[in-house]
């Protein structure tokens, strides 16, 4: 579930681009935030729903960890950046409030203003969700920055990492379930249902990194990527559609197109994985294929049985040693993931998933003006903001 | 969470006694199972019950674990004894149903066997919430073995062990949503807030441990003991009310009344823990002390104000060393502890706390007959057999 979102440096102009390499990228849980005087019309709706997402939210969310007791809500106001490590105020960070916008998004564009008013709470347990497994992954990946500051891990001890998520997840859950609206029981089984498919998915994407380069399939890594990406946004999106009094199968569509836009998101995400540009992404060039990670284009690369499929397999089949000749051979690397159609086929598929996406949203919201909020959160989530 | 029932071996004969120092004792997370053709009446009706309760929930319990997607289902398969490490099949080894039987026999205390039926899926919630933390405590303390079989973490890894305890709990909480009965959402406000205070306690817990003795105050004890082993089993007997229908105050009465059994059986088993026979209990004589383990017994001996009480914290306040002078060492110690009070206190403290579980009982269920199912089970989680 780690590293399913990144998230910019603020940029003051300048509009990301999809697939190019001109964004930043640090790893945190959003995705980046377009911001600037040049912003598109939908850059611009975006960072409004993303603000007002916020404001309405926190008070939800800062009510409901105070609520905890002693330990378990001193770390969890530490992980949203209320308080600092010695329990003094701060200012808060609690990223960009991507998944609680698309609830109320989602419930704005099938039920209207009131719709987005009453699902508030949904729109907090999701964040709170989304949290718990930040709090646990930072962990078991051992990262030590979540937002700019110490995870929670390093701070707390791994005991406490455990339990303050445990706490998080038990909070989601009684938040929506003490909700006295009539959506907030079925979205409590969708919620945790929803927790089960994130778990699996954190789980296959550890056992994929463990295995062999060629004994991973293109469809293992994208259910996985639709299971730790995916699964969560489509579960936002269709708490939204509950809240709003929608039937069963306007939920299923608007689950659908926050899943399709998750995936679009993480095949954009791996190219610029490898392709981005060490000026804005403050990794290292190559990173991603350094560590050997299995990530889209380069399983779709592997797989694609070219002679460049070959080249890629040999490189990936030994370790990465730090020298003289590693900028050459993470050169190599990235040309052969190219040569063998990884970076073009990871583009026309998050294209691909977009469209789909969109076809999932009129299915659900036939009135593009209504469908305007989702379809702005969408292309800003997958910087397809040109 | 972790240790807060032992498990004693099967024995074929025999009743165990209250504070006495018969009972053999390994760490797991049940308590002891008296059995054979002299147990009293008492012992024999809370076994009838447990082996119900397992016959009941168990088909409901399968059925949720095989819900779970592959890995976790796998994970859980594992921890519930229903596979082996390989994933081939076995017998099956569940514990002992001590809260599952609690939620059945509140629902059927105050509304007969109809109210027993309906309880299951509440049952099988409760007792997926215990094995999640089960999984969690094992790997946050190291342990290696639980029901004679190696832990989870052991098995899978640390990170397969935090992802399948999530599962767990989010199972449990979809499983009490998903219930169509009445009951069952205040049920699962109420085993989530439940999950919270368990999380804490295990905070709690500790923190005590780690802290110097006389910074430990009796009554920060008695409030982790509380948490950390009583509310579950008071959620578990308040659960169990909530589906016959109770009204608000029998609902905190029957919380209350496991609250209290939950204590009365913490402090006997911490008498057991310092003065238990070796040769029953599985563990070297005073394997508590060894550890400066801040047992109920030994925070009160050290605040007790008597000669004994600073001679006991002079004791605790060095590392327990191995060699010849320890087994000398530890009986001074034992001895310091029930010098200054601590074995009477907990043993007065305990039948205390059992005459308030009895009083919240009567105050639920003032029918002696339908509260003898109530009884039998706290009788035996405390093994006030006779």
Request: charged share 25%; aromatic share 4%; with cysteine.
């Amino acid at each position: 579930m780690a590293e399913f979102m990144t998230e910019t440096e603020e940029r003051s102009s300048g509009v990301p681009r999809p697939g190019t390499a001109e964004e930043p990228r640090r790893k945190t849980d959003d995705p980046p935030h377009a911001q600037g005087t040049d912003d598109p019309p939908d850059a611009q709706e975006a960072a409004v729903q993303l603000e007002r997402a916020r404001a309405l939210v926190d008070p939800e969310l800062r009510a409901a960890v105070e609520s905890l007791p002693g330990a378990m809500r001193r770390i969890a106001l530490y992980h949203f950046g209320w308080q600092h490590a010695d329990g003094s105020p701060a200012a808060g960070n609690a990223g960009k409030a991507i998944r609680p916008a698309l609830v109320l998004a989602a419930a704005a564009a099938l039920g209207g203003p009131a719709a987005r008013t009453a699902a508030v709470r949904a729109a907090a347990a999701v964040e709170l969700v989304h949290n718990f497994t930040l709090v646990h992954d930072d962990l078991m990946d051992r990262d030590t920055t979540r937002r700019h500051r110490p995870t929670v891990w390093t701070v707390f001890g791994d005991a406490d990492a455990i339990l303050g998520g445990d706490a998080l997840q038990a909070l989601a859950l009684r938040l929506l379930v003490e909700d006295p609206h009539p959506a907030s029981v079925p979205a409590a089984a969708r919620l945790a249902a929803c927790v089960v498919e994130l778990c699996e998915g954190q789980h296959v994407d550890t056992d994929l990194e463990r295995r062999a380069p060629e004994a991973v399939t293109l469809a293992e890594v994208l259910a996985m990527a639709e299971a730790k990406t995916g699964a969560l946004l489509g579960c936002a999106c269709a708490l939204g559609a509950l809240y709003a009094g929608a039937d069963d199968e306007e939920v299923a569509a608007l689950d659908g197109f926050g899943r399709q836009a998750g995936l679009a998101f993480q095949l954009i995400d791996d190219v610029i994985g490898i392709w981005g540009d060490p000026r804005h992404t403050g990794k290292p060039a190559g990173a991603d294929l350094a560590a050997r990670k299995k990530s889209l284009p380069v399983v779709a690369a592997l797989t694609s049985g070219t002679p460049a499929a070959a080249e890629l397999a040999a490189l990936y089949g030994r370790p990465y040693r730090e020298g003289e000749a590693a900028a050459g051979e993470i050169a190599r690397t990235a040309l052969a993931v190219e040569r063998a159609g990884g970076r073009d086929w990871a583009q026309a598929e998050a294209a691909d998933r977009m469209a789909r996406a969109m076809q999932e949203l009129a299915r659900a919201v036939p009135d593009p003006e209504a469908a305007g909020g989702l379809l702005a959160l969408a292309e800003f989530v997958t910087r397809r903001t040109s």
